[in-house]
């Protein structure tokens, strides 16, 4: 995108601010004795990078510097900015409802004013502009799945029903089909190792 | 102790998903018959269903359910109407707590809404070129426009000044979009020019220069390029100076010496003329402006008024011609006649309220004018040029617990019959926001609820018994009805219209918002005090208003007074059953520390106040809440005030044996932040003779720790919840060891920094900071923890329960936030596993957990990285203890997390063994990780969250979450989840058919071999016949089989 952000320098305090802004298109820190201003943009992906691109939930955007000391808001076209800001390491976090952002470490240096040095805390990952992307988005609702008759299924109730159809129906054919040798031994084998499972506790018939 | 510091762990890929919880189930892998298998295949498939959603989640349609969020604003400190537009009418308001807001003039609700930051306090707000909100804050020194409609920020400006001096701003007030008159402010002795349009910078008049000149008003005449800037330069001088508007040029400078000096500020009476108070207070100057001179004229104020003395204000409503005077005795409007003559024109009540002039249609100006009567307020309107009648006159009821009227804006439209009307907004004493509108009141908004200082809680009243059969009966049928319909939506066979239906029931089952105490202990009454000096109560079911009190207590004596803190004060159980429950509220009139206190004793159920001990004699600085209870079940509590003394309440003989009885054991401790000192007192036992009652009781310090003041600042300390419930003392670990936590309600986590880091972030390098965080035990003072974090900071926000601590801190060297655990371990009672010492009763286990003991105690702890800066933190309380913990974090975008406990364990390892896993130790990870699904607010935000408050529900599952800041929410959790009921979601209805699908089909199989048995009877030669054709083996078998049983026994 790399629009040069034409911003409005009071004459002594911004003064510098024009000149900086000509190479570095976002992120920059200019000032005088009083302090610096840090100017950077948040771009929420999926809405267009020219006049009013926020969506309407970014409408209560907020960024927020060194957790609360200062705080600001989004213009229509994305951009925020710090002013008076002091030398340092200072943080900035932004707040979008439904997003997901990473804080930023960003290094004002007070000797050669304009350097800035804009880093990802989450994963540490450099920024040549101070340009801020959401990492992901944030669902704060668990997802209701459509109806199917497998949840039915999978219930608690739809399993008893089932475990009943496997007794009544199923069992039957089943022994039915095994060779009765083998039920006399696997009944054996049970009796031998003295497993209590259910099939044991079950009254006997014959 | 060694420094720890945040472990360098080689990076996790951190899972969003929880781990499932280890099960051990037998498996059978032998050719077991398949029942058994049956048996335990659904349990295997519960088992996989259940443990692979995270523990707090909801779906979408369940927002409301149980949670609520009401939306605030604060007190309005300005108002400006936008209603010239046909369309929707709007009211722009800024408050106390710094929120802008555009409101529907309606019905009061909130179109949009800014919270700016704690820092960034409004100044001025208005409306330029009919579509841009101007606010300009932080001292003047940021302006800002935003879209009316929508707001949406436009533009931002930042300001800046040579000094801090008042900030004015002046919109231009033609409403013609190609005129581009720019916006004109006053702030950090400059005069600075914006384009309204896009905020350019356009000039910059700087008064430093021109000496020390403090600009009071700033007039931009209509129609003209220049603005005249009143000051005055060292409180004796007058200077006006008019600027040119398009390029900042000034034109002309006049001044005028004034020996006497003035008191406030300048009030504009005209374009030309102003008026001041002289330095006395009892000597009005008016200052005219003629042909580029300044003329003073003065006049005493006892000429105009008789028996007035000193306390004279001028009164800021600026009404053009006139102006109003507020003595002892009462409010005077003066006039200003064209000769420079000033006429005393009326008298009124010294509590009635006057709006600003409101220009209405042919010149002419009216203004409004509020007085209190009992139990109604009068509004009247009258206008500038004829004073001697009401325009208007209105009389309106008005609720006692509102107080009085604070501030009044008007409003004007026009009638159908080309008359004006009036509409009228009031801030009242309880910062509650009211439409007033032809005699009545429009809307109300209870503002107030957007300070809240302190909560409490009460349970409500038992249900009386006897309820009539037909009232059962209906709602019987219609709570089958809701089920089937809610079995429908689950069907999908519902239409839109009855799931629009399905959700109207779930949000207002008349169950959760009853007044009275249910099962669960869900329904209870949120008590809350706000920093008006007024109580609310709010039904936790749907957070509406049950009552509300404005405390005389705080009002009766002239001096601010505030409350600071609400108590439990009277929780009926056993024996006073027929009291209601009450709470104690503890106020402090002034300022300072020494200022008297003010009590008040409020009933939880009517918000009657029962007792109401005015401003009493003694100060108040700490209020403890003592374990005792007197007969009538009234909690003993002890105020400390500002010279150590304990006043105990409440006062009567009997709370005062109960306490001579126990004072031996009552200690409390003091921190000192500004010293660096925890002090820790007890109550000294034989009375001294200028104590100045018997409930009053002189102390003794018995233990002090000093930290260094070079080297360490005092910023933080927390302390237990002190009705917390701990279940169980013992924590079992996987190889069946023991492990006992160290339990007591008197340890108090203290956080000091070295005092270069104790700035904000970036302030200090990581070298030069030190965190250190104790853990001390607050009878003995004795340190029983300490640890260093070299490299970190504050702010430290922290939260102690059971025998953990948790703390959230700014690591500087990773530039990320850090969140530590800390627990604490009995090592005296270690050898208790001896399970022979046990029967033989060689063991401890039987001594009481005393503080003078010393045990030796031993910590685990570990480090984390969090991602946000938090607000606040608390954790979950449920009623019995049993249920795992969840903290709660109030992050920095105004939400509240719910983190599992889990996470935070000192034994979390990398490389988790396989009895860890069985006991449910997560693999350690660098970084704690952040689920959006379990953002106990969802997607609403607390905005100005300060404060999260947990009260455990009577259903050892829940716990009820109350979050409050300029907003407030309500929610409750379950962090195990419910396992101890259904959920909401519950189909009863599925499990009746179920059932009734069971018996049908019981019948049917029943029916079924009876008519086979039949069969089988008349076919019974035939079957001998096959029978004997085939082996002996084949009968048998049959025979064994469930279904052929029928056969075989009837035969």
Redesign the interface.
Known sequence: MAAVRRS???????LLLLVQLCFLSSSIATGNG?GY?INGRVKIPGFSDKG?G?P?KA??A?V?L???????????DGYF?F??V?A????I?V?V??Y?F??V?VD?SARNPGKVQAAL??NRRGLNELVLEPLKD???????E??NIMSIV????G??????V???F???K???NMD?EEIRK?QEE?RNQG?P???NLMPR?? | MDPKVIPNTPKHASSSQIPPPPFSLFIPTN??????M??KL?LI??FF?SSL?PTF?????Q?GLMDWHQRYIGKVKHAVFHTQKAGRKRVVVSTEENVIASLDLRRGEIF?R?V?????VVDKIDIALGKYVITLSSEG??L?AWNLP???????????GSKSSKALLTVPANLKVDLDSPIIVYSGACIHAISSID???LW?KDFASEGSVDVHQLILPGGSDVVHAVGVTDSSQFDTYEIHIKNGGLLKHTSASFPGGIYGEILPISGDRFVVLDASRSVLVLITIENGQIHLEQTHISDLIHGSSGNTVILPSKLSGIFSLRTDNGIVFIKVTDEGKLNVMEKVDKTVVISDALPLSEGEQAFALVQHGDGKIELSVRLVHDMSSNHLKETVKMDHERGFVHKIFINNYVRTDRSHGFRALIVMEDHSLLLLQQGEIVWTRDDGLASVIDVATSELPVEKIGVSVAKVEHSLFEWLKGHMLKLKG???LATPDEVAAIQKIRLQSSEKSRMTRDHNGFRRLLILLTRAGKLYALHTGDGRVVWSTLLQSLRTTSQQCAGIKLHQWQVPHHHALDNNPSVLVVGRCGLSLTSPSALSIVDAYTGKELQNMGPVQHSTVQVISLPFRDSSEQQLHLLIDADKRAHLYPTTPEAAHIFQRESENVYWYSVESEAGILRGYGVKKSHSSDTPSEYCFETRNLWSVVFPSESEKIIGTVTRKPNEVVHTQAKVIADEDVMYKYISKNMLFVATVSPKASG????ATPDESVLVVYLVDTVTGRILHRMTHLGSQG?VHAVLSENWVVYHY?N?R????GMSIIEIYDQSRAENKDILKLIVGKHNLTTPVSSYSRPEVTTKSQSYFF???V?AISVTSTAKGITSKHLLIGT????VLALDKRFVDPRRSLNPTQADKEEGLLPLTD?LP?I??S?VT??F?VEGLRGIETVPAKLESTSLVFAYGVDLFHTRIAPSRTYDSLTEDFNYA??LL?IL??VV?IFV?WVLSERKDLQDKWSWPQTQLWLQSSSE?RL??????????FV?QNR
């Open positions: 409005k320098p009071n004459p002594p305090t911004l009083s201003a009013f926020l309407v409408n209560n907020k927020i060194n957790g609360g000391q200062q705080v600001t808001f989004l213009k229509p900015s002013h008076n002091p340092g390491t200072l943080l976090e707040d409802i439904g997901f990473s804080p470490r004002v805390t989450e944030e669902q704060y609702y668990e997802i209701r459509p109806f999978k219930s608690p109730m399993l008893m029903i089932g475990f009943m496997v007794v009544v199923l069992m039957p089943l022994v039915e009765p696997a049970m497993v499972s259910l099939a018939s014959g | 050719n077991l018959i398949a029942m058994a049956a048996i659904p498939l519960l269903s959603i989640s909801l779906f979408e349609d927002v949009w800014h700016l930051g704690a820092n960034d020194s940021i800002r929508d707001g949406q920020m436009v533009w931002e400006s930042f300001l800046s905020g350019e910078y910059k689950t069907l999908m904000p972030i970036g302030s702010p700014f500087l990773a530039h990320r936030y991602t946000h800066s607000k920095i975008g105004d939400q970084a952040i959006p699904q953002y969802h997607s935000k599925l499990l179920t699908a069971l089909a199989t083996q048998l078998n049959i025979c064994s089989t469930p279904v052929n049983m075989n």
